[in-house]
């Protein structure tokens, strides 16, 4: 099913693109269905065939990709990195309107083993204004990879803290973090209540989708 999801969306997805482009000589029909506007922006990672996959499914949504679905430190001076990084962020908030955040991480991420230097979670690991959201704890019993899907939602809460959007405080914002276990293609999304991340039944990923799609608030 999900497989069938991933052809059709990107077969409409070309079937927009040629008719837009009004090319003669493409035998598909006319599209009478507008796209969407999208309502969540996925942070994930570029190495995964899986996490690949599981994104194209959701539709519509915006994605910010790259290995290890890494963020920028909040305060970061390098041009290239707010520009690039936060610059897509911000936006995605302020032009598109989007409060959702998904990560995607993966069980193979080969981020956290060339930097384990970097994991560890604590509130002063990036700047004195990043904060992380109420019912997310420091864990410690996480793995490496979980870990680091962690430290990069709490950049993005640095960020958020430190660059109110309107001048307002983004309250109003929802992350969800997913990681998918390869080896016996599970997925598993961060729970607050139990500080751990616990797998999601296919009712779970019926909600997450309709949330992602209706554009429903809530914190994941």
């Not at 065939?49 to 679905?69: E, H, K, R, W, Y």
């Amino acid at each position: 099913m999900q497989g069938a999801m991933v052809v059709n969306k990107r077969t409409e997805g070309l079937k927009r693109l040629r008719h837009g482009a009004g090319l003669d000589g493409y035998p598909l029909p006319p599209i009478h269905e507008s796209q969407k506007p999208a309502r969540a922006l996925v942070i994930t990672c570029s190495e995964s065939p899986a996490l690949a996959a599981f994104v194209a499914s959701i539709d519509p949504l915006c994605t910010l990709q790259n290995l290890g679905g890494t963020l920028p430190p909040a305060l970061s001076e390098s041009d290239a990195d707010r520009d690039i990084y936060w610059g897509n962020v911000a936006y995605a908030l302020e032009q598109m309107g989007l409060r959702h955040f998904v990560f995607c991480g993966h069980s193979r991420c080969v981020v956290p083993s060339r930097r384990q230097h970097e994991l560890h979670f604590h509130a002063s690991l990036e700047s004195r204004h990043a904060e992380t959201p109420a019912g997310f704890k420091s864990s410690t019993h996480l793995c490496a990879s979980q870990h680091w899907m962690l430290e990069q939602m709490q950049r993005l809460c640095g960020w958020l803290n430190a660059n109110p959007i309107g001048g307002k405080l983004n309250t109003d914002i929802a992350m969800h973090l997913l990681w998918f276990e390869e080896e016996q293609g599970d997925i598993f999304a961060y729970s607050r209540d139990k500080d751990r991340f616990v797998l999601m039944s296919d009712l779970d990923m019926d909600r997450l989708f309709a949330v992602l799609e209706g554009g429903c608030n809530g914190l994941g």
